[in-house]
């Protein structure tokens, strides 16, 4: 039950949704939002035939988002998810010990995220990232054109704004990962519906911002666990944590990495528990 409930509440694949390719207008329209700084690989891979276009992106990231509830992230502090969550920070202590110690950031909340995250990499996703924020940036201008949108009441007329916003920011990122790490394969890396990816779910900005390899110039790794837990905590102290768990500092960090009070709660709540360990 508990793997059944993560899966549907975590990553929430829709898996029965349609893929197809992007339009030429489609792909011209996305070019441009990225501006002029769009990288020359960045623009090849719209027409790279590995890349799909997603329909209902839309729905699942602005119209109809999956609500959070402390009973829908009640699993995670389960004796099922305690076990885990030991057993993971048991194995990986050294290297939680090492980013603990690097940026002043409690181990057991490190790994509390990546449990709360995909379980320790047990649910990733299935879509391209790319796919994800350029399918959200297309129909968005279809979705305007609907009476459905013209419906909506302005708050929600503002919210698909700041989503279609987003969406151009995340392309803007990947385009600058593709001048950053030249030898980095986008098309390659699947994650969540939301466009994050590897074992601590970042958006390709965060990636951008936060990601550390624990290899010297090496490309850093998020399916790697090492390189997760380093990029967790490095996100964590980028974004204010100070302290300990407790401090508002960490709740704001936290907080940060997922916008939900139910996020934080659960998350810290797991550490606490993990907090126990001798």
């Known amino acids: 039950m508990w793997k059944s409930n993560l899966l549907i509440v975590l990553i929430f694949f829709p898996w029965c949704l349609e893929a197809k390719s992007f339009t030429p207008s489609e792909v011209g329209r996305i070019i441009e939002s990225v501006g002029p700084d769009a990288s020359t690989k960045f623009i090849s891979l719209l027409s790279d035939k590995r890349l799909r276009k997603t329909d209902g992106m839309v729905d ?8 959070l509830s402390m009973e829908k992230y009640s ?3 389960d004796p099922y998810a305690s076990k885990l969550a030991k057993k993971f920070h048991k194995k990986w202590r050294k290297q939680l010990s ?3 110690k690097r940026y002043k950031v409690d181990a057991r909340v490190i790994t509390s995220i990546l449990l709360v995250e995909t379980s320790f990499g047990r649910f990733t996703g299935n879509y391209q990232p790319l796919s994800v924020f350029a399918s959200i940036l297309v129909d968005v201008d279809t979705f305007k054109e609907k ?11 503002e919210r698909v704004e700041r989503k279609q916003a987003w969406a151009v920011r ?17 098309l390659k890396i699947k994650g969540s519906y939301a466009g994050a990816f590897g074992k601590c779910q970042f958006l390709p900005s965060s990636y951008l911002a936060f990601a550390v390899s624990h290899r010297s110039r090496k490309v850093p790794n998020l399916f790697d666990e090492k390189d997760a837990i380093l990029s967790v905590a490095n996100y964590l102290v980028s974004n ?3 302290h300990s768990m407790d401090s508002k500092g960490s709740y704001d960090s936290i907080y940060h990495y997922n916008n939900s009070d ?11 528990k993990l907090n126990k360990l001798p």
């Open 60 to 67: 699942f990231n602005i119209t109809k988002p999956i609500k």
């Open 75 to 77: 699993h995670f502090t």
């Open 98 to 100: 090492l980013a603990q």
């Open 147 to 157: 009476q459905e949108y013209r419906e909506l009441p302005n708050s929600q007329k």
């Open 170 to 186: 995340e392309l803007k990122a990947i385009s600058n990962l593709t001048k950053k790490y030249p030898s980095l394969d986008i």
């Open 240 to 242: 204010g944590y100070k």
């Open 262 to 272: 139910v996020y934080v709660k659960t998350v810290l709540a797991v550490a606490k």
